[in-house]
């Protein structure tokens, strides 16, 4: 059974960094390319960064670009989101999930059932 824990998330003020981690249980995760997800109140859920199975090549939105960074430790079944620089629109639920579509223009979640998410809240 597919397992997604993530953890990591908080309220710190603007400018300020967080780290995110997602262990994973349940499958091959060194197979797979992962993603990082966030949802805020009211908006649909959104990609913000994915990296591929081996780690060589990384992906991210356009909002985040330079300011986040996405890494995996295929030895811990574990995906990272550092994030600097942090704003109030980066306020929400993050989570991950397997992506599929590597090498599109759409990348989308594998697996049907998310984790719990962390929640990362942005406020002076």
């Known amino acids: 059974q597919v397992q997604l824990v993530e953890s990591g998330g908080g309220l710190v003020q603007p400018g300020e960094s967080l780290r995110l981690s997602c262990v994973t249980y349940?499958?091959?995760?060194?197979?797979?390319?992962m993603g990082w997800y966030r949802q805020a109140p009211g908006k649909e859920r959104e990609l913000v960064a994915a990296?591929?199975?081996?780690?060589?090549?990384?992906t991210y939105g356009d909002s985040v670009k330079g300011r986040f960074t996405i890494s995996r430790d295929n030895d811990k079944n574990t995906v990272y989101l550092q994030m600097n620089s942090l704003k109030s629109d980066d306020t929400a639920v993050y989570s991950c999930n397997a992506v599929v579509g590597w090498g599109t223009s759409f990348l989308r979640p594998w697996f049907a059932s998310w984790g719990q998410g962390t929640q990362v809240t942005v406020s002076s």
């Open positions: 349940g499958f091959i995760f060194m197979r797979y390319d």
């Open positions: 990296i591929n199975s081996n780690g060589g090549s990384t």
